[in-house]
């Protein structure tokens, strides 16, 4: 097996997204030397994977899966794990025209019931003709699978690779068929398949690769996402294929162990182009010593994309300070926002400008839905990042709830419109109907407002807290937490419920180390009394083990899940004072 990575530099002249479907993008790239990398937890690297070898690969396995009684459009479930077989299988459903949808991989091994559950949920949501999941999780699937009379055939990679190809023509999936599924990431609601066809996946890449990163010869791509995210899947798997990039992969579970061998792929291998959510970021700055700094030189990652999370400027400001010495220039920095139902982007901001904020006071935009600009001072400020503008041929508009444009500063609900859109949502038309408008405007389900054409996004509706009258955004109480010492960046948790009696209760769930009652009961006075100062609201505290917040396939924390739990083990009840306690 070759163990030498594949090359930065290419043999092709390059060809930024200029086809008409993911089997062609991958068909060009097979001419050229580039292709990917797998690295284990220790930097080693362990497989390499060609676009030339991954061509052959994804055409005898298309052959393979001929042989399963399966019809064009027919659906195939992937469990996807961060190896080359989902690669090969993903576009092996592009050879025939089957339609390939992505399973996670269990974010803790503790949890195998829950795990197994969802499964059972995505492979009958996604009407799965075909399942496939690595060795290491066959046993889920089996589990998930075992009274499913649906399905054809579920095995692993290995199995499929004894079952003869049929020497039969192929053809692969057109520009206006379903390229593959994407779930969403459950984080309000149960995940939804969002039905991605060809030629809209393509018009995002587009964007991303040409205008968003501006992608050119000598770029490198190093991703530790994983690939049943939308980030992972369209931006680090398909962006490097459509425009013959090397890319090299650390599994999602290694980073999170040890979230340094990223910057030292970055460091070792030269590359250029990285993205993560927020917490990817803060995680690496937690971890760094002194003697890790002196071993990195990140001077050629030009782009650090940001996105999948509401972005805080002082996680990459505490990024920034610290991999100074290493060559890192925090003008890498790119906010960008998208979501699944767009395929992936929708807007970015510009290259080489790092990150833009606007300091904008709080309770303005709470009690009046405006974003006034302040001066920081005793007010409560939120500092709204600047996530650019839409990229080509796509608009962006902001309205209130009537469907009314909204002018600049306003905060309204997100609209955009343009040729990435998903067809619907599989299965679901009510869905569909309510986020597909008129004139086919999708409403994203999240707020925000324009300012000179670029977007600053505000929180998701759903996550917005009405108390008085006053729009709070869950964030908002979030960083109060997180602002002091004990807590740190995604350890916190806000959401309204009810007491027993009906009545509205703010709820701020923390997890915390403290063991001592006295310092326990100090943190919690310190919390109500800040967010009292801020917003002029009392808050129930709930102070929580480590790792007690849930978290949805793609590490975002999920509030509705967090007041499910809340609600589980705390009985709300009103005292005489009107204060809160535990029944």
Request: hydrophobic content about 40%; charged content about 25%.
């Amino acid at each position: 097996m070759n163990r030498k990575a594949t090359t930065t530099a290419n043999v092709l002249a390059q060809n930024l997204a200029g086809f008409p479907s993911l089997s062609e993008a991958l068909d060009y790239a097979a001419a050229g030397v580039t292709g990917c990398n797998f690295y284990d937890a220790r930097g080693k690297l362990s497989v390499v994977l060609p676009y030339s070898e991954l061509q052959q690969q994804a055409k005898i396995t298309a052959r393979r899966l001929l042989q399963l009684n399966l019809k064009r459009g027919d659906h195939v479930a992937l469990v996807a794990d961060t190896h080359p077989d989902f690669i090969v299988l993903f576009f092996a459903c592009q050879y025939i025209g089957l339609v390939p949808f992505a399973m996670p991989i269990p974010l803790n091994l503790g949890s195998h019931a829950v795990y197994v559950q969802q499964l059972r949920g995505l492979l009958t949501g996604g009407n799965a003709k075909v399942a496939i999941a690595p060795k290491e999780f066959i046993g889920f699937l089996e589990e998930a699978t075992v009274d499913d009379k649906t399905l054809e055939w579920v095995g692993t990679p290995e199995q499929l690779a004894t079952i003869p190809p049929l020497d039969h023509p192929l053809s692969p999936s057109k520009p206006n068929e379903p390229a593959y599924l994407q779930f969403t990431s459950g984080s309000t609601r149960f995940p939804q398949g969002v039905v991605i066809t060809g030629k809209a996946v393509m018009s995002n890449l587009q964007g991303i690769v040409r205008t968003g990163l501006k992608v050119h010869h000598g770029d490198r791509c190093a991703s530790w996402l994983p690939f049943y995210h939308d980030m992972g899947l369209v931006g680090f798997v398909l962006g490097p294929i459509v425009s013959q990039l090397s890319v090299d992969y650390l599994r999602t579970r290694d980073f999170a162990i040890r979230p340094l061998q990223w910057l030292h792929l970055i460091s070792r291998n030269r590359c250029t182009i990285a993205f993560a959510p927020p917490f990817g970021y803060e995680l690496c700055t937690r971890r760094i010593r002194k003697a890790d700094l002196q071993k990195l030189n990140l001077a050629s990652w030009r782009i650090a994309g940001i996105g999948a999370e509401m972005l805080r400027s002082s996680t990459f400001d505490n990024f920034a300070a610290k991999m100074t010495e290493t060559g890192f220039d925090s003008k890498a920095f790119l906010p960008c926002y998208g979501l699944a139902e767009a395929s992936l982007a929708a807007t970015f901001s510009e290259l080489d400008r790092g990150l833009n904020v606007m300091s904008i006071d709080a309770l303005t935009m709470a009690e009046r839905g405006t974003a006034v600009r302040v001066k920081s001072d005793h007010r409560k400020v939120n500092e709204i990042v600047n996530c650019g503008r839409a990229i080509p041929d796509h608009d962006i508009k902001i309205v209130d709830n009537k469907g009314s444009s909204l002018p600049d500063l306003r905060v309204g609900r997100i609209l955009i419109k343009g040729p990435s859109l998903m067809s619907g949502y599989l299965n679901d038309q009510q869905s569909t109907d309510r986020v597909l408008l008129d004139d086919d405007w999708l409403d994203t389900g999240d707020l925000g407002y324009l300012f000179e054409h670029n977007l600053y996004l505000t929180g998701r509706r759903k996550d917005i807290i009405i108390v008085n009258g006053r729009n709070i955004r869950a964030q908002d109480l979030e960083e109060i937490a997180e602002d002091l010492d004990e807590v740190r960046m995604g350890e916190a948790s806000a959401f309204d419920t009810e007491d027993t009696d009906g009545r509205q209760t703010v709820v701020l769930v923390v997890e915390c180390r403290l063991t001592d009652s006295t310092t326990r009961q100090s943190l919690i006075k310190r919390l109500q009394r800040k967010v009292y100062e801020g917003f002029g609201i009392y808050c129930y505290v709930d102070l929580v083990v480590p790792h007690t917040l849930p978290r949805t396939s793609s590490g975002k924390l999920s509030r509705v899940a967090a007041r499910k739990g809340f609600m589980e083990r705390v009985d709300l009840k009103q005292t005489d004072s009107g204060q809160l306690e535990t029944g």
